[in-house]
């Protein structure tokens, strides 16, 4: 998982929710994922964090699953993420 949050936020949060076995790294410094990914906001008063999205890349690095919700406030389809990511191995 990439976010814009800090990782002491992000760690702080899977505690919270119970989460294990997932790596999380933080873009907030450099944005390098949001802009490779095509997922920052440009503008407006979400400029600077990334869309809520999801990807799916296989093990040859190849994208097999994209959903980049339209508003930030939306919770992108998870089941078609997990069978796509099930797909993909």
Do not use: H
């Not at 998982?1 to 760690?11: E, I, K, N, Q, Y």
């Not at 964090?49 to 799916?56: E, G, L, T």
């Amino acid at each position: 998982m990439v976010s814009m949050d800090l990782p002491f936020a992000m760690g702080r949060f899977c505690t919270t929710e119970g989460i294990e076995n997932l790596s999380v790294g933080s873009d907030f410094r450099n944005k390098d994922f949001a802009n490779a990914y095509g997922v920052l906001i440009a503008d407006g008063p979400l400029a600077g964090v990334s869309a809520r999205a999801i990807f799916v890349v296989n093990k040859d690095g190849k994208i097999t699953y994209k959903q980049i919700v339209p508003e930030i406030t939306e919770e992108p389809n998870y089941k078609e993420a997990l069978e796509a990511a099930k797909a993909a191995i």
